[in-house]
């Protein structure tokens, strides 16, 4: 199975987790697991997600992701590429 972390960040407003969670549906992908918090207004979302069988390429999903919620700082990053930063 592969996967990718996407963190999403900024101010909180209603469906920034329905929105995100759409686009990973529709690019095939599958959420696995989802850590958010609201602290201050500032919302904060770590989503792990099933991209093996993905129909964009990872770059393509961050761009819509980021479409998705506006105003939002959004990362979407393989797990290898996270692994590889975090073996240090």
Known sequence: MEKAVITIVGSDRTGILAAASA???KAN???LNVDMNVNNDIFSM???TDVT???V???KLQNEVSASVP????HVMHENIFNAMHTI
């Not at 105003?71 to 959004?74: E, I, K, L």
């Open 23 to 25: 686009v990973v549906a």
């Open 29 to 31: 992908g599958n959420v």
């Open 71 to 74: 105003d939002m700082v959004v």
């Open 46 to 48: 770590v989503m792990i």
């Open 57 to 59: 390429s990872i770059t």
């Open 53 to 55: 069988k993905l129909n």
